[in-house]
């Protein structure tokens, strides 16, 4: 459980463990979600938020890299 792992008192974010991560993957592939799982995995491999993913606009995209900007927290 992710309970009681905060770092920093003011965090209200906390990483998810690996094994989480494969269970959300599996259930979003289980329920034919493919946007969420590629979502899941861009998450997984580049560490940004699902916010940060989701802003992305097609001039952030090439196609080697894509560009992500910072939110303000």
């Known amino acids: ?3 009681g792992k905060r770092t920093d008192p003011g965090d209200k974010r906390l990483p998810f463990e690996p094994k989480e991560v494969v269970e959300l993957l599996d259930a979003t592939k289980g329920q034919g979600d493919e946007k969420l ?3 899941i995995r ?3 491999w580049t560490g940004c938020r699902i916010e940060e993913l989701c802003s992305l606009k097609v001039e952030n995209v090439d196609d080697y890299f894509f560009s992500v900007s910072c ?3």
């Open 1 to 3: 459980s992710r309970h």
């Open 42 to 44: 861009l998450g997984m």
């Open 71 to 73: 939110l303000a927290s």
């Open 37 to 39: 799982a590629d979502l």
